[in-house]
């Protein structure tokens, strides 16, 4: 079978890549061995943000007596209703995506895996299409270190997969993964324990951000271990115990569940990429340019497999990027982009652009402007102190470096950031600005009257 394009994974830059190719009138064909959506809607964004909400509930529930709200009598959280309200989500998502692509009549989806046989062509089960144009979408997994693979452990997929509540929960990592399913069943009723080898949490933070969430975290009851290493993991039918290295001396941990939350890796291995003389970099994401091309031209690489991003946004900017220079003017490129992100901790934390150790590793003339939460009147009102916003300032330009703000709300109004970055405007633009009071963004004018010099 001919076509003018194939796509490979129906991920968030696959699915409306096809939609505007078959929009142009190209002939497409998109490949998916699993399960329509990718990551994002099947067991990433969309599962983990309603567990967050129903433990987020939980969490209320338990702690409103300061506001005048006493509950009498036990919570209770039913984790199959949970888990029947995820997939409700998850189906209607899904189910728009593959009836989107089905009944577009320029589209042929392929459920298969797929394989290339030469750069032109691919194989899917007993097929073997061809095309000019190739899009590779294929996403990434979970990272297993192999001390693991003895025993029975879980990925965030299988996490999301339990109907009864961990008795104690053993996370092996301290990204924002690990500590969203940390938060999460701790308030569900499980006892977590966190084990990371660095000495921080989120390491690539400030230090004071590490700092807070540690804060946060550990006054919910979590444990946390710095600097430990797993150099043992054995389990029973029904425990599992993890040897700990910390410092120079061992320490036994023992769970009844195992969350491995280690980072992931590209989905590439088995692709049949050297057939078509694409290069993977030392890690295995696909190499591209500022247009998303690989090193062979016909062939592009969105999404996770390219390594220039681990979120949904910035793969949909990928698949901005290449319909851009498929059927537009070519002004979007990968470079153009502020990465940004957030970490659904409750409070979140929300990132863009550098940070303070970034700003001093390269040695950059900035201003700061910072606020604690507990100076947010809103915040106060509403009994959710914790965390700090954060704004850097090049010194020369006036223009805004980056944000880190940890604090109710912070996934949200870290946006006003976000534009003004995009937008050029220094931040003049925003201190002068007037913004609606009782809110916490309207103290983001208020901390910028008066940036100080940042230290290097």
């Given at each position: 079978m001919k076509f003018d394009a194939i796509i490979i994974g129906s991920g968030q830059a696959g699915t409306p890549l096809a939609a505007s190719l078959a929009k142009n009138g190209q002939k497409v064909a998109i490949i998916e061995k699993a399960k329509f959506g990718g990551t994002c809607v099947n067991t990433g964004c969309t599962p983990t943000k309603s567990y967050i909400a129903s433990a987020r509930r939980a969490f209320?529930?338990?702690?409103?007596?300061?506001?005048?709200?006493?509950?009498?009598?036990?919570?209770?959280?039913?984790?199959?209703?949970?888990?029947?309200?995820?997939?409700?989500?998850?189906?209607?998502?899904?189910?728009?995506?593959?009836?989107?692509?089905?009944?577009?009549?320029?589209?042929?989806?392929?459920?298969?895996?797929?394989?290339?046989?030469?750069?032109?062509?691919?194989?899917?089960?007993?097929?073997?299409?061809?095309?000019?144009?190739?899009?590779?979408?294929t996403g990434a997994r979970p990272r297993i270190p192999s001390v693991f693979e003895k025993i029975p452990y879980y990925t965030n997929e299988g996490m999301l997969e339990l109907e009864e509540i961990p008795e104690h929960l053993l996370i092996v990592g301290g990204g924002y993964i690990g500590l969203e399913f940390a938060q999460m069943f701790r308030r569900f009723g499980s006892k977590v324990s966190i084990i990371d080898h660095g000495s921080r949490l989120m390491k690539q933070e400030d230090q004071d951000i590490s700092e807070a969430i540690r804060e946060i975290l550990e006054k919910e009851g979590i444990n946390i271990y710095f600097n430990a290493a797993v150099s043992k993991a054995e389990a029973t039918a029904k425990t599992a115990e993890l040897t700990l290295k910390i410092e120079g001396s061992e320490e036994k941990i023992t769970g009844t569940h195992v969350l491995v939350a280690t980072g992931r890796i590209p989905n590439t291995d088995n692709l049949g990429l050297e057939m078509a003389g694409v290069k993977l970099n030392e890690k295995g994401y696909v190499k591209v340019n500022e247009q998303l091309q690989t090193n062979v031209p016909h062939i592009w690489a969105l999404g996770d497999c390219n390594g220039e991003g681990a979120f949904t946004h910035t793969s949909f900017d990928d698949f901005q990027i290449v319909n851009d220079h498929l059927f537009g003017d070519s002004k979007l490129k990968l470079s153009h982009r502020y990465t940004c992100y957030a970490a659904f901790t409750d409070p979140p934390l929300a990132r863009v652009g550098m940070n303070e150790q970034i700003i001093k590793?390269?040695?950059?003339?900035?201003?700061?402007?910072?606020?604690?939460?507990?100076?947010?009147?809103?915040?106060?009102?509403?009994?959710?102190?914790?965390?700090?916003?954060?704004?850097?300032?090049?010194?020369?330009?006036?223009?805004?470096?980056?944000?880190?703000?940890l604090g109710t709300g912070a996934d949200e109004y870290i946006h006003s950031i976000i534009d003004a970055m995009y937008a050029g405007a220094p931040y003049t633009t925003i201190r002068d600005a007037v913004h609606i009071h009782p809110t916490v963004s309207e103290l983001i004018p208020t901390m910028l009257q008066s940036p100080k010099d940042l230290e290097l």
């Open positions: 209320v529930s338990k702690n409103s007596s300061d506001h005048g709200v006493e509950i009498s009598g036990d919570i209770k959280i039913n984790l199959k209703q949970i888990k029947k309200r995820k997939e409700a989500i998850i189906e209607e998502s899904r189910n728009g995506i593959e009836k989107m692509l089905e009944d577009n009549e320029h589209i042929t989806v392929y459920r298969g895996k797929a394989k290339f046989k030469d750069p032109h062509h691919i194989e899917v089960g007993s097929e073997t299409l061809s095309a000019e144009k190739i899009f590779l979408n590793e390269k040695g950059i003339k900035a201003k700061i402007a910072s606020i604690p939460m507990s100076k947010v009147s809103r915040a106060k009102e509403m009994g959710e102190t914790q965390g700090m916003m954060k704004i850097y300032i090049e010194a020369s330009t006036g223009n805004i470096l980056g944000a880190s703000f």
